[in-house]
């Protein structure tokens, strides 16, 4: 990680421990601040930076060309709700039962695991997180119960204009339903976002901004959709002026940052949750095959980038495979955070390898498990089971073939051997699914050998 000798000054000067807790001191202003947008459902392909022609993205594609680039970033899961608790735990979601969505009331992102909002805030941060929350309905698992300060959003996946299951923190933790005609989540979303960080811009600050766009129902306003007049299908015209709108409020945040002056202290990552769920929305994977809760690339590759100016090289296309889960780690070292082993992460901090100081890929093997559907990655080799496939295992080169259009398992039966013991091994290590709602097409379909325990 590259420190200015004046950031290097301030640290020396202003950094002050308490001896009893080991929480620095509020106003301390060396820390970076911390900033994640998480996308819903929006598919590989569909900003400027990842080759859409069709819809202008430049506030997204700003953070592309002003920092790094992941050509293979991946998420841990294909679906909303476990997509999050890897992200915002640095662990593998199915680690601790959370393979489908949280059912309601009924359950959400376990108790017992520490969220990066809990980290940060014992490390001195303002933490707030406006969006959709997908991790639980429950008093216990909302986010003022899980490291965040402030939330403003909805609890699930609702409509745009007039939500339901809304929650402001600041007027009551009660369920409600917006009934302001006007309002849009999207721009309402980065409204108070600007607010917020006007509100804490002398402490150090983590805002985690998970959009519901692109997720269905498609909706925007007029002012939006009348960005795309030449686009005649209905569909793909509602998921346009949804992704601009987007991009208007990435913007919005990021202006409000710059005013500040607090851009070149700001560690900024943009993550979708998922890959886009084509036929429902439109939303296009760039030539992957798969989509959403598919084990294919087209499920758990997605955009994935990340600014930290003076830090991060400007401009930079990073190859290697990455994950959502290297999000926590790389944070919590940015904000001057202890990582042991007993933290339990499958995560790794980026930093030496953005800087070059690591060679070597972050991840030389990657898995997924969702319900009957599962993967491994090892260095370039994948072995997939997935929707859509035709029910074996199948195996890809995804240097030489990143469409998965060719399947190599018939002429490399070791590889398949090999790649399939250590995804047994990893995936025995795993918890059973907890009281979650499993999707329809997954029900009375999980062929996974039996798991032990794991916490």
């Known amino acids: 990680m590259f420190i200015r000798s004046s950031q290097a000054f301030g640290i020396a000067v202003t950094i002050v421990w308490s001896c009893i807790s080991g929480i620095v001191v509020a106003g301390d202003k060396t820390k970076p601040n911390l900033l994640i947008f998480y996308s819903d459902d929006q598919g590989w392909g569909e900003t400027g930076c ?27 899961a294909t679906y909303c709700s476990p997509s999050r608790a890897g992200l915002l735990t640095g662990r593998y979601p199915t680690r601790f039962g959370h393979e489908y969505n949280a059912v309601a009331n009924q359950s959400g992102l376990r108790l017992d695991q520490v969220t990066l909002a809990n980290r940060l805030k014992d490390l001195g941060y303002a933490t707030c997180c406006v969006g959709k929350w997908h991790l639980g309905n429950g008093m216990e698992y909302r986010p003022t119960k899980r490291g965040f300060d402030e939330f403003y959003g909805t609890l699930a996946n609702t409509p745009f204009f007039q939500p339901k299951n809304f929650v402001d923190s600041r007027i009551s933790d009660a369920v409600r339903e917006v009934s302001d005609p006007n309002f849009y989540t999207t721009d309402a979303y980065a409204e108070r976002s600007v607010d917020w960080l006007e509100k804490n811009r002398d402490k150090p600050w983590f805002l985690y901004l998970p959009f519901n766009a692109q997720h269905a129902p498609l909706q925007a306003p007029q002012k939006y959709l009348d960005r795309f007049p030449d686009i005649a299908d209905e569909k793909r015209r509602l998921f346009a002026a949804m ?51 598919t084990t294919y690339e087209g499920g758990p590759r997605v955009p994935f980038l990340s600014q930290w100016k003076g830090h991060w090289p400007a401009g930079m296309v990073y190859e290697s495979p990455v994950f959502n889960l290297d999000v926590f780690p790389t944070m919590v070292n940015a ?17 030496p390898y953005l800087t070059g100081a690591n060679k070597s890929r972050p991840h030389e093997t990657m898995y997924w498990r969702f319900g009957e559907q599962w993967a491994v990655r090892h260095g370039d080799l994948k072995l997939v089971m997935s929707r859509g496939g035709s029910g074996k295992p199948e195996l890809y080169d995804l240097a030489a073939d990143f469409s998965e259009s060719k399947d190599l398992a018939s002429s490399r039966p070791e590889d398949v051997t090999k790649l399939k013991a250590m995804w047994d091994k990893w995936s025995a290590e795993q918890a059973p699914p907890s009281a979650i709602d499993v999707p329809q097409n997954q029900r009375n379909r999980n062929n996974a050998p039996p798991r032990k325990k794991a916490g």
Do not use: C
């Not at 208007?248 to 500040?260: E, T, Y």
């Not at 851009?263 to 989509?291: V, W």
């Not at 904000?335 to 930093?351: I, M």
């Open 335 to 351: 904000a001057g955070g202890k990582l042991s082993d007993s933290d339990r992460l499958d995560g790794v901090d980026l930093a």
């Open 50 to 76: 990842y080759g859409n022609k069709e819809i202008p993205t430049p506030n997204i594609d700003s953070l592309a060309s002003n920092g790094v680039r992941f050509t293979q970033g991946y998420v841990a």
């Open 243 to 293: 992704l601009s709108a987007q991009d208007d409020a990435v913007g919005r945040v990021l202006g409000k940052i710059r005013d500040i002056g607090q851009e070149e202290n700001t560690l900024i990552f943009y993550i979708a949750d998922n890959g886009g769920p084509t036929q429902s929305t439109t939303s296009k994977n760039g030539g992957l095959r798969g989509f959403k809760m």
